[in-house]
C-alpha cells in the first residue's frame, strides 16, 4: 500500500462546526512557523489579546485562546473556578448544558439542575427562583446559544441576576461569539469560553476564553490545587503575559494562533455589529426559502439563532439518505440532529465565513433537489 499527501476536498460546512473557513485564514495558517517565544510571536499574541477582548467586549486582563477546542475551554472555567463542595447552578436545556453538569460534578462540585425543554432558552424566573431559595449557591452555569437545538438564552438578564446575588457566572459562548450579540462587560459575566471553529471561522482546536476580575479573586482564593496542570490557568497566565518575560508553559500551536489573529482582524475589520446583522440577513433568506420547501423551525422566532437553524425532517424522508447526498453531490454538508433530536431534525448552521448568500443559495438549492426526487 502506498500512502499519499491528503487532499481534502472543498466542502461547503452549514452544520454546527466546524464551520468555512476563509481562504484569508488558511493563508495565514501556512505562513512559516516561528519560536513560540520568539519576540516576533509574542507580539503578534499581545495583538491576539487585544482581538479577543474586542471579540467578547471587555476589558478583562485575562483574556487568552485555551490551546484545544472549545471542550476545553469550557473544562479550563470549571476546574478552576469549582471547589470540592461548591454549589452550582445548572442550566440545561440541550446537550452542552448537560456537558456543564458532568463538569460540576468531576470537579468535586454539587450541581443543582434548572431543566428546559428542549429547544427553549433558559428560563430566568426558574433561575431567579433557583438563587433565591438556595443561598449556597456560588456559580450559575449556561449555554448562551445551545448548538444542538439552535435556542438563544438571555445571558445579559442571567448576568444581571448572577451579580445581584452575588453569583459568578460560567458561560458557554463557543456558538455565539461572533455570530450574535455578546458583552461580557456590560453584561457582568464572569467566566466565558468560546471556539475557534464556529462564528469566527478559524480552524479548530482553541478556545478563547476570559475570566473577569472577580473570576480571577475566586481562582486565587482557593484552598485547593486545581486538580489538572495544563488547565490550570494561575500557570498559563504567566505564559500568556507579563512584559518580556515570558515564561514556558506548554508550545503554543503556533500556525493556528496565526489563523487565529487573522480570522479576529477580519471580524474586526467588518465591525462586530455588521457581522451579527450579516448572521441575521442570512438566517431571513434562509428561513425564507426552507419555510416554502415545508420545513418548520424547532425554536420560536423570539429565541432562534441566526446561525444555527435548527429544522425538522418531515417522518417520509430518510435525512441520513438526503445528507449523503448533499454531501456526494454537492460538497454540502448540513448538520445531523443531537440527542433528542437525532434522526427528527436538521442543524443548518450560519456561521462566520458561511453566512454568506451563495451559501444560502446553494443549501435551498441542493436541498429541493435532493427532496424532489422520487
Ligand atoms: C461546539 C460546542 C462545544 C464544544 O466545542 P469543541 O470545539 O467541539 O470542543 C461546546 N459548547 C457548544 C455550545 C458548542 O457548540
Request: glycine share 8%; charged share 20%.
Amino acid at each position: 500500500m502506498t500512502i499519499e499527501s491528503f487532499l481534502p476536498p472543498h466542502r461547503t460546512l452549514m452544520g454546527p462546526g466546524p464551520s468555512d473557513v476563509s481562504p484569508r485564514v488558511l493563508q495565514a495558517l501556512s505562513r512559516p512557523t516561528i519560536g513560540h517565544l520568539d519576540p516576533l510571536f509574542i507580539q503578534m499574541m499581545d495583538e491576539l489579546k487585544l482581538l479577543l477582548k474586542y471579540a467578547f467586549q471587555t476589558e478583562n486582563e485575562f483574556t487568552i485562546a485555551v490551546s484545544a477546542p472549545g471542550s476545553a475551554g469550557m473544562e479550563a472555567c470549571f476546574t478552576n473556578l469549582i471547589e470540592p463542595g461548591d454549589k452550582v447552578a445548572v442550566c440545561r436545556n440541550g446537550v452542552f448544558g448537560e456537558r456543564m453538569r458532568e463538569n460540576v460534578v468531576r470537579a468535586g462540585g454539587i450541581a443543582v439542575v434548572i431543566d428546559d425543554a428542549w429547544g427553549a432558552p433558559v428560563s430566568v424566573e426558574k433561575v431567579a427562583a433557583a438563587l433565591e431559595s438556595d443561598p449556597q449557591i456560588k456559580l450559575l452555569a449556561f449555554v448562551h446559544a445551545e448548538t444542538s437545538t439552535g435556542a438563544l438564552s438571555n445571558a445579559e438578564a442571567l448576568g444581571w441576576l448572577a451579580k445581584q446575588h452575588n453569583v459568578l457566572t460560567i458561560v458557554d459562548a463557543v456558538t455565539s461569539l461572533g455570530g450574535v450579540a455578546l458583552k461580557v462587560d456590560e453584561w457582568q459575566l464572569d467566566a466565558v469560553y468560546s471556539g475557534s471553529q464556529k462564528c469566527l471561522s478559524c480552524v479548530p482546536g482553541l478556545s478563547p476564553l476570559t475570566f473577569s476580575p472577580r473570576a480571577i479573586e475566586k481562582i486565587q482564593s482557593r484552598s485547593t490545587p486545581i486538580q489538572s496542570w495544563f488547565l490550570d490557568q494561575s500557570l498559563v497566565l504567566g505564559y500568556w503575559s507579563g512584559e518580556g518575560k515570558r515564561s514556558y508553559h506548554h508550545t503554543a500551536p503556533v500556525n493556528s494562533l496565526y489563523a487565529l489573529h487573522e480570522a479576529l482582524l477580519l471580524l474586526k475589520t467588518e465591525g462586530l455589529e455588521n457581522a451579527w446583522q450579516r448572521h441575521q440577513q442570512m438566517h431571513q433568506l434562509l428561513k425564507v426559502g426552507l419555510e416554502k420547501l415545508g420545513f418548520s423551525f424547532v425554536v420560536e422566532p423570539d429565541y432562534r439563532l441566526p446561525q444555527l437553524n435548527a429544522v425538522y425532517v418531515p417522518e417520509h424522508i430518510d435525512e441520513a439518505q438526503v445528507r449523503a447526498t448533499l454531501l456526494q453531490e454537492y460538497n454540502l454538508e448540513i448538520g445531523a440532529g443531537l440527542g433528542d433530536l437525532a434522526g427528527k431534525a436538521w442543524r443548518i448552521g450560519l456561521m462566520g465565513y458561511g453566512a454568506r448568500k451563495e451559501n444560502v443559495a446553494l443549501c435551498l438549492q441542493a436541498l429541493q433537489n435532493a427532496l424532489s426526487r422520487p
